[in-house]
């Protein structure tokens, strides 16, 4: 009905003239769409309902769509383990220090290489992009950070060795080459601006973009590393949260430990729901904070791709 | 070099010292990349001496190609080359075309606030970690409590201890890879359709142009250059299948299949300290991978007109 009424206007009038096919593709693609959100999203959900509902329910299938005897048994018991708790800590300490020098060191390489008049250029950009495809590999790394540089087991190890990133080095100059005119130097070339303070002053402010992408990156990158932490570090007392996830997860380390004298069948049960519990509480900050920062995200493969 | 005699030595000092101030940027950043990655670099050449810590890596003494050998004869050679391939070609095969139809997909969408959750929801999974990512696989599939057997159970399909099958390794690595990354990968696809001009998509409709064939003929040539250099970028990493989700997603039942390079040499490495046996295996991986992309990119060059360098 609404149809007739509103004939004049374009977008019904362009509805009408659609062609049977293409309301038959229309059909499918928003049938596989919707499909494919409830994919995405059902096993977070499940994740989720499980970690607030009786064990005993979840292990005989009955929570599917809706969470079942609702308690939070599992959050109370996490509560009370110590070294979930210090990973968290250790976690946003290596990911704050680690982003902040990340930071600091690729966003000025980035904007230097931008600059058409750096004598070397080619070369200095050979340097920073050439261990995109070639690396010495994990054990020459082990040996020179071990026997030479005597950081294994350190803080340092954690947020240093590996914070010079090409990839963001690439994508950051990429921005400074498309987002400030030539003609701005120029200009503060004539007011005798050199060029820190002018990187300071005047790139700085104007790059909050890509400040934001990179940053959110290397957050998002320390946050779910764990692969550094299991290589060089040896102390449980330094262990990022996800190193602690992958004993609690992958090792069933609390299955075996924490509750002596139940059935077999018990621990499992107990176990499961405190492996749903921890994934929300280690995963929370990240998906909660993401649709809000998630255009930045978008912003940054897309400043990517203009050229890889 | 004439250009720079011709228009005097000096000038080109002048500029250096003009923009010292952009050499100090770079200061921290190469210090950091000479000690931590190229000097591994150099470090590889363990991979051609019995490394013994005490005596360094320059001290230690030279034996050719001990090591490679030794790799080569092993009956794990051909044993994770061939998982590492088939992983990796698998996932090739699979994670490459899926991003761009997901892409043309969202390209079709015109109800803005669905495409909108569309897309926020495709791409969260890429912000789950590996750990919880792997965690999650391995508590999904349990026969005894998992959530995906019992949503089969309903439909009446049998399911077996699937992570305790060699043969289903591979399947079970590349379909949650798809779960995990297939909206995320769409976005550089997504940005390249975005600038369509749309004149062309007017004009196709004059023409008489369905969907599908607009789809066909603006769409997907759009694309080719970013597919391009995304394959290329993807055949240079072909053995380099990322250690940390087979890692974790090993077990002592499903090891024959998914024993990989990487996880080899993690293993004979640090677990064994083997240093140079392991330093040789890893070299030998970054050499093939790096000659397969200079191939790939050598190829591309010569076909079409898109490379990386």
């Given amino acids: ?308 | 070099m004439q250009h720079a005699r011709m228009t005097g030595g000096s000038s080109v000092w002048e500029r250096i010292r003009r923009n010292w101030g952009l050499y100090l940027l770079m200061v921290p950043a190469i210090a950091i990349f000479i000690c931590f990655t190229y000097m591994p670099m150099y470090g590889v050449i363990i991979a051609f001496k019995d490394f013994r810590p005490a005596q360094g890596i320059w001290g230690s003494r030279w034996v050719g190609l001990k090591y490679f050998e030794r790799y080569f004869d092993s009956y794990m050679f051909t044993n994770t080359i061939i998982n590492t391939l088939v992983i990796s070609l698998y996932t090739l095969v699979v994670t490459f075309p899926l991003p761009i139809l997901l892409a043309l997909m969202c390209n079709q969408m015109y109800a803005k606030r669905f495409k909108k959750v569309f897309q926020v929801s495709t791409y969260l999974p890429h912000f789950i970690s590996t750990v919880v990512m792997c965690g999650m696989i391995i508590m999904f599939l349990s026969p005894s409590s998992g959530v995906i057997p019992r949503i089969l159970g309903i439909a009446g399909i049998k399911m077996g201890d699937l992570m305790g099958n060699a043969n289903a390794f591979s399947s079970i690595y590349v379909w949650s890879e798809v779960w995990q990354h297939v909206g995320w990968d769409s976005i550089m696809y997504i940005a390249a359709l975005s600038s369509v001009d749309p004149q062309l998509y007017e004009a196709a409709e004059v023409d008489g142009a369905n969907k599908w064939q607009k789809i066909l003929a603006i769409d997907i040539p759009m694309l080719v250059p970013t597919m391009v250099t995304l394959f290329i970028l993807r055949c240079g990493s072909l053995l380099g299948v990322g250690f940390e989700k087979v890692y974790l997603l090993q077990n002592d039942l499903n090891i024959a299949k998914s024993e990989i390079i990487s996880t080899y040499l993690y293993k004979m490495g640090l677990k064994s300290n083997q240093y140079s046996y392991s330093a040789a295996i890893g070299l030998f991986n970054n050499v093939v991978n790096f000659v397969i992309l200079i191939l790939v990119n050598q190829i591309s060059k010569s076909i079409g007109d898109t490379s990386l360098f």
């Avoid at chain 1, 060029?195 to 890509?210: E, G, M």
């Fill in chain 1, 1 to 308: 009905m609404s149809q007739i009424a509103g004939k004049n206007h374009p977008a019904v009038r362009n509805h009408i003239r659609k062609s049977r096919a293409d309301k038959t593709f229309d059909w499918i693609i928003y049938t596989i769409a919707v499909l494919m959100t409830l994919l995405a999203l059902y096993p977070m959900y499940f994740i989720v309902i499980a970690s607030i509902s009786d064990p005993n329910q979840v292990a005989q299938g009955n929570v599917l769509l809706w969470p079942k005897g609702l308690s939070l048994d599992g959050y109370k018991h996490l509560f009370s383990m110590g070294n979930l708790w210090t990973g968290y800590l250790n976690t946003v300490l290596y990911s704050l220090v680690g982003t902040l020098i990340m930071l600091v060191v690729n966003i000025p390489v980035a904007y230097a290489l931008s600059r058409r008049d750096l004598v070397g250029r080619g070369l200095f950009t050979f340097f920073f992009i050439f261990p995109m495809f070639f690396g010495g590999g994990l054990i020459p790394t082990f040996i020179i950070l071990n026997n030479t540089f005597h950081m294994v087991d350190t803080f340092l190890v954690m947020v240093l060795p590996f914070s010079v990133i090409s990839y963001y080095i690439v994508v950051s100059r990429t921005f400074f080459q498309t987002s400030l005119p030539a003609e701005l130097w120029d200009a503060a070339q004539i007011d005798g601006c050199g060029n820190l303070r002018y990187f300071f002053t005047v790139v700085l402010p104007l790059s909050k973009a890509i400040l934001a992408v990179i940053a959110l990156w290397a957050a998002v990158g320390h946050w779910n590393s764990y692969f550094n932490a299991m290589i060089y570090l040896r102390t449980p007392s330094k262990y990022p949260l996800q190193l602690v996830m992958r004993n609690i997860l992958i090792n069933n380390e609390m299955a075996a430990s924490a509750m002596t004298g139940s059935a077999a069948a018990d621990i499992n049960r107990k176990a499961n729901l405190i492996k749903y519990c921890a994934i929300v509480v280690s995963s929370l900050p990240i998906m909660t904070m993401y649709p809000f920062v998630q255009k930045y995200f978008n912003q940054g493969v897309m400043i990517g791709a203009l050229k890889g």
